[in-house]
């Protein structure tokens, strides 16, 4: 049976990727950073036996340490680094730049997900066809950005890109994948109700490239829907 680990599962993309993989079988870990007020995800934990909640503030590098030696021994088949922020806020742009707020972000979106693939590899090796799938986004793209602006967010998302694009290149030899997926814009509390697509298309598209994933496609940066997208 396949395990799937998704951080930031108790609401948007991180709670929809809980069901439907609960719903396909797999055993689903569940980390939240306050799993006590995650309502909907308990919900779907009380209906499916197979998700177990973990607590985990991503920006906590001794939690991720703490959950990876509690979950020792056991196998990962697929990490999926959902659990992200998007930092900008409106009239903290250029010139009135919050960097407390940026060096957060750039501790939730980019440290925390290399941290997990650190703190979790040996789960993954342990797995015939492990993966590291991470929620980056087009924003975080040199070649797409003729907008400007959402520097926070941007950036995170550009290092992340960078990040996991070494990770792909380092783990290769030891089998683990790595897939850097932008799931759309998505209609949720960060993508907003404007957004083109519902969490249910988002996730089924990306499951699809995760079932899909070969190790020849390493280190891809895709859209939801498969298709390539420019760094
Ligand atoms: P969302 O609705 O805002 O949910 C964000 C999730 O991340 C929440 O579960 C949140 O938990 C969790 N999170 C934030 N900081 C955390 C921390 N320090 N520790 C643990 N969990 C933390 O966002 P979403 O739309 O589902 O986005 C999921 C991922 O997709 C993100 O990485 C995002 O950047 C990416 N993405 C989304 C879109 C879109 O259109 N929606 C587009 C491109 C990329 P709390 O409830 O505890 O805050």
């Not at 599962?9 to 007020?37: D, H, K, S």
């Not at 196998?75 to 407390?100: E, H, P, T």
Request: hydrophobic letters at 45%; proline letters at 3%; glycine letters at 10%.
């Amino acid at each position: 049976m396949q395990t799937v680990l998704i951080t930031g599962a108790n609401r948007g993309l991180g709670l929809e990727f809980c069901r439907q993989y609960a719903a396909a079988g797999c055993e689903v870990i569940a980390a939240c950073r306050r799993p006590e007020q995650a309502a909907q995800l308990r919900a779907l934990a009380g209906q499916y036996s197979n998700i177990e909640i973990s607590a985990l503030d991503v920006a906590d590098l001794v939690q991720i340490e703490a959950l990876a030696a509690s979950l020792a021994g056991r196998k990962i088949d697929v990490l999926i680094n959902n659990a992200g922020v998007y930092g900008d806020q409106s009239g903290r742009g250029f010139g009135k730049l919050d960097y407390q707020t940026w060096a957060s972000t750039l501790a939730i979106n980019v440290m925390a997900p290399v941290k997990l693939a650190e703190c979790f590899l040996q789960h993954l090796q342990r797995s015939e066809k492990p993966l590291i799938a991470s929620l980056s986004s087009l924003m975080g793209s040199m070649a797409d950005n003729t907008s400007g602006g959402s520097i926070l967010y941007r950036s995170s998302k550009a290092g992340l890109n960078a990040a996991m694009k070494s990770l792909a290149i380092d783990l290769r030899s030891s089998g683990v994948g790595v897939l850097i997926l932008h799931p759309g814009w998505v209609r949720t509390d960060m993508g907003g109700p404007n957004g083109l697509i519902d969490v249910e298309e988002s996730v089924s598209g990306m499951r699809r490239l995760i079932a899909g994933f070969e190790l020849a496609d390493s280190g891809r940066f895709v859209k939801y829907d498969g298709s390539a997208l420019p760094w």
